[in-house]
Structure formats: structure tokens, C-alpha cells
């Protein structure tokens, strides 16, 4: 898995967009960037995920660069339930070896009233 | 659809104590993983199974045994329990290898070794 990198905290005022962002410089061609949050002290939660194009849900938005070595993850009218550590993580899946995905610290978003 | 199961939700232990973190997923995934959360880091791997009969460690997994004899189960053994064993426990399960998939977490297990 390649290493990502975020930012350890940000604001966001409540009904503005949260626009989070991930660097994985090291990502190789077949890695997928995939977006979870853990809310509080429950389990994480999968949002989204890509490649290489922009993905949308219902939930976010995830932004790749053209270079793919930095994402970002948009939320684009955040709210007090928002408020959550959010994990950007970069993985392959081969069928010849073994899934492990790690998380590393993440991002803790405070939606602010 | 249960989704993942972990059970106890709660659990204090006295140091050597053993026990046994159950999880079970009702949706036929192949993978499933153990992780353990401290305070202000982030989910660290402890061991995972991508298949009943097969099971391989992860980041941290001194202190821990697994197996996984089913493709719903995927217990978590402490033998002789720890102080550095204080931690939230999650179980996690994706539906099979490729990329177009996600992983599916219980709601964890906060256990306390006194």
C-alpha cells in the first residue's frame, strides 16, 4: 500500500463544503484511493472511492489529480453529524496476495455551528 | 442484514486473564480483519483471513491468536491479558479480492485489562 498523508485537523463551518485532502505521492498505477470515517467512537464507515476518474455519491465527492498523487475528499454542504476523523488510504487488491489494509491517523474534521 | 457482529461490546479483564472477542458477518465475505484503536492513533492491523483455513498476521499481533474455521466467524483469542491490551477492538469484512470493493466494520469492543 502506498503511504498517504493528511492533515491532522480542520474546521469547517456548518453548510459549507469540507474539502479534505490526501497525498499519496508514492501511489502506483493500480492502487485505488479510498475514503472512510469513523464518527466518534464507532466503527469506520466506507464514503468513496476511484482510480483515476471523479467519483461522486451521495455522500462525496473524491477528486483525483491528473498525476494521482493527491486526492480530495468534498463534502459539499457539511453538517454537525460530519463532525469525525476521516481516513485516506491507497490499496490494491491482487488475488495472489493477502488484503491488509492499513489506516494511519486521518483527518479530524469539527463541523462548527 | 447484521452486517459484522462483534460481541461483548464491554469487557474488563484482570491482567492474565484470556478471552475470546467474538466477530460474525452474515454477507458471505471472504476477508475479515482484526484491528485495534488507542487513543489519538489511528487502526492498527493485529491479523486478518482472506478465507476460511487461512489467517496471517498484521501490524501488531504479539499477544493475539485467530482462526478462522467458518467464513462468518473470525474469533480473537487473548491468551494471558495485558495492560498494553487496553484498546477498542474492531472486526472488519470486505465481500471478496478486487478492487471495487469496500470493508464493513462492527462497532467495536472496548476492552480494559486491570
Known amino acids: 500500500d502506498a503511504k498517504t498523508t493528511q492533515p491532522p485537523s480542520m474546521d469547517c463551518a456548518e453548510g459549507r463544503a469540507a474539502n479534505l485532502p490526501c497525498n499519496h505521492s508514492t501511489i502506483s498505477g493500480n492502487e485505488y484511493v479510498y475514503w472512510y470515517r469513523q464518527i466518534h467512537s464507532q466503527g469506520p464507515q466506507y464514503i468513496i472511492h476511484g482510480l483515476k476518474n471523479n467519483e461522486t455519491n451521495e455522500m462525496a465527492s473524491l477528486i483525483i489529480t491528473e498525476d494521482r498523487k493527491s486526492s480530495t475528499l468534498i463534502l459539499p454542504h457539511a453538517t454537525l453529524r460530519d463532525t469525525a476523523v476521516y481516513y485516506c488510504i491507497a490499496t490494491i487488491y491482487k488475488k495472489t496476495s493477502y488484503d491488509k489494509v492499513i489506516f494511519g491517523p486521518g483527518t479530524s474534521l469539527s463541523v462548527i455551528p | 442484514n447484521a452486517g459484522v457482529t462483534q460481541t461483548p461490546k464491554f469487557q474488563v479483564l484482570k491482567t492474565g486473564q484470556s478471552m475470546t472477542l467474538q466477530c460474525a458477518q452474515d454477507?458471505?465475505?471472504?476477508?475479515m480483519s482484526w484491528y485495534r484503536q488507542d487513543p489519538g492513533m489511528g487502526l492498527r492491523l493485529i491479523h486478518y483471513?482472506?478465507?476460511?483455513?487461512?489467517?496471517d498476521q498484521g501490524e501488531v499481533p504479539n499477544g493475539y491468536n485467530v482462526s478462522r474455521s467458518t467464513t462468518e466467524d473470525f474469533p480473537l483469542r487473548l491468551l494471558s491479558a495485558a495492560p498494553s491490551q487496553t484498546s477498542v477492538y474492531f472486526c472488519a469484512s470486505r465481500p471478496r479480492q478486487g478492487p471495487d470493493t469496500e470493508a464493513f466494520f462492527g462497532q467495536g469492543t472496548r476492552l480494559t485489562v486491570v
Open positions: 454477507m458471505n465475505h471472504e476477508y
Open positions: 483471513s482472506v478465507g476460511a483455513g487461512i489467517t
